[in-house]
């Protein structure tokens, strides 16, 4: 079964830009859809952004809709997640997971082969 590695976290200062990736450990990797989620300890791990492969299509949470940017390079093995004007409100793990099959979602349930995570840390 695929793997999937997350990197290009660190800590920044507010205002910073950071690129995220994920990484499918198989060449052949060709989800239906690869969504992004983060999590503060405590908290319930959020959904992010998400794309649909088919088509392109791309979903994002609202506070950071307008300064997110998802996207996949050409052989599917590697989605990104392109972040600007970061804030400390931005502080989190960030996961990168697969998408369901059967639905395209924002919902953690409908997603699987999560990675282990990578951190961002925002400073103001």
């Known amino acids: 079964q695929v793997q999937l590695v997350e990197s290009g976290g660190g800590v920044v200062q507010a205002g910073a830009t950071l690129r995220l990736s994920c990484t499918a450990s198989?060449?052949?990797?060709?989800?239906?859809?690869m969504g992004w989620f983060r999590q503060v300890p405590g908290k319930e791990r959020e959904f992010v952004a998400s794309?649909?492969?088919?088509?392109?299509?791309?979903s994002y949470l609202d506070s950071v809709e307008d300064r997110f940017t998802i996207s996949r390079d050409n052989d599917k093995k590697t989605t990104f997640l392109q972040m600007t004007s970061l804030s400390p409100e931005d502080t989190a793990v960030y996961y990168c997971a697969q998408g369901s099959p059967f639905f395209y979602s924002p919902r953690t349930s409908d997603y699987y082969n999560w990675g282990q995570g990578t951190q961002v840390t925002v400073s103001s």
């Open positions: 794309i649909k492969y088919s088509n392109g299509f791309t």
């Open positions: 198989d060449s052949t990797f060709d989800p239906e859809s």
